[in-house]
């Protein structure tokens, strides 16, 4: 389903000189698989996952999913191919203010070539406890509510790969292991292949396969070796 391979990317600093964030040489995951990355904070998991996702532009390289290299595509192309295939889900919810529960699901399918569909949105939404809110606006949802409409939206396209960016960075205890069971259930049922990334054991403790980002990017430095 994804296949990295050879991904270089730097960012350009303000004295102009480069700085190397991702050197990955090989990267896989199989069709279904669901899997964790671990790694302290600023070692390049989000920048890896925007990079999967096209988001982000490698500098070389290539980015297969479901056998197309996206590193290929053009920006318009990365944009549709994304809407067509991937779900992402933020660490920072990015819910549209002014848009509805269900409304801000409906948009996970506005950019497909397939058909919204009210009913899946209104399912996904019950599934998630929201039933009740879909009528909400993101500011009166509570932060828990607002990760729960973002999954969601992810799922509303019917992804083949979903990425997911510290789920639970942003939720309160209570409802983190409710976001991690709705995640993985969701992929599960759907044979939605996921990739999330986290630095919390007990998120990365429930997941058979766990990598360590360092044994991924050759520029993520272990924790132990970080002053």
Not at 28 to 56: N, P
Not at 154 to 173: F, G, H, I, Q
């Amino acid at each position: 389903m994804l296949l990295i391979e050879d991904i270089h990317k730097s960012y350009t600093q303000p004295n102009g000189a480069p700085l190397p964030i991702l050197d990955i040489p090989k990267f896989e995951v199989a069709a279904a698989e669901q899997m964790v990355i671990v790694g302290r904070s600023g070692c390049g998991k989000t920048t890896m996952l925007q990079v999967i996702a096209g988001i982000s532009t490698a500098d070389s390289g290539s980015v297969r999913i479901d056998g197309l290299d996206i590193c290929r595509l053009s920006e318009e192309g990365r944009d549709k191919f994304r809407a067509e295939k991937l779900g992402y889900v933020f660490q920072t919810f990015n819910l549209l203010s002014g848009f509805t529960a269900f409304e801000n699901v409906m948009l996970g399918m506005t950019f497909t070539r397939k058909s919204s569909d009210r009913n899946r949105a209104r399912h996904l939404l019950e599934r998630v406890g929201l039933e009740h809110r879909m009528d909400h606006k993101p500011r009166s949802l509570s932060v828990g509510e607002q990760q729960r409409v973002a999954v969601a939206r992810a799922l509303a396209n019917r992804p083949r790969l979903l990425l997911a960016d510290e789920p639970t960075a942003n939720v309160d205890p209570a409802n983190q292991q409710a976001i991690i069971d709705l995640i993985r259930e969701s992929c599960q049922e759907e044979e939605i292949s996921l990739v999330m990334v986290t630095h919390a054991v007990e998120v990365a403790d429930q997941f058979q396969r766990v990598e360590p980002l360092e044994n991924i990017n050759r520029l993520a430095k272990p924790a132990k070796d970080v002053a």
